[in-house]
């Protein structure tokens, strides 16, 4: 597993990429290494996601009949939601990357778009956490979070221009691939699994 120097030195070229300078590349491992250990950013995201799922424990059972159960199992229901809304997106954008043309620069966005996940998961985690700690404040956090998925958007976006090769259009069709699936997949798991409250 990747050390916080490692993975500080990670971020640190998305930051670049997302500041579109293109000697954010020299900071990210492009080897085939490099790719395999891009995915030890979901463990480097398992507290905030932790947070996240917490929160929602909390919310599920506030709006369900006393007596309602969410234990464990609960939990890895959310797990198993959020492990398809990651790896759902980077499937589609793999079998696309032929078609669409992008195949060359597919192992640079998978790996940018695994490591730039760390810091989205965090944000994601602020706007739960003070759900959790402040129930009054939901209206202020329920606000907070459109705010971070709508910056998140934004900043995928602009990496993903980067990454191939300024191509705006190309860039759009991924960002979407990489928002759209996960939040009709995750509605729908919910839905299924029985996680969202009704």
């Not at 958007?153 to 699936?181: D, E, H, N």
Request: charged share 10%; proline share 6%.
């Amino acid at each position: 597993m990747p050390g916080i120097d490692e993975v500080l030195h990670y971020l640190t070229g998305v930051w670049q990429l997302v500041r579109q300078k293109p000697e954010g590349f020299r900071w990210l491992d492009l080897t085939w290494r490099g790719l395999v250990r891009s995915f030890w950013a979901m463990a480097w995201s398992l507290p905030a996601l932790a947070v996240i799922w917490a929160s929602w424990r909390l919310y599920f059972l506030g709006r369900m009949p006393e007596g309602t159960g969410a234990g464990f199992d609960f939990v890895l229901k959310l797990a198993f939601i959020d492990l398809v809304g990651w790896f759902l997106p980077l499937i589609l954008v793999a079998l696309l990357a032929r078609p669409l043309g992008y195949a060359q620069h597919l192992a640079t966005m998978v790996i940018a778009s695994n490591w730039i996940a760390v810091p989205f998961a965090y944000a994601t985690a602020i706007p739960f956490a003070i759900a959790l700690v402040v129930p009054d404040f939901s209206a202020f956090s329920g606000l907070l979070l459109y705010a971070v998925f709508g910056m998140s958007i934004m900043l995928q976006y602009r990496l993903m221009w980067m990454c191939v090769g300024k191509q705006s259009l190309l860039a759009a069709t991924i960002t979407a691939l990489f928002v759209l699936p996960p939040l009709l997949a995750g509605q729908g798991l919910q839905v299924l699994l029985g996680t969202l409250p009704g």
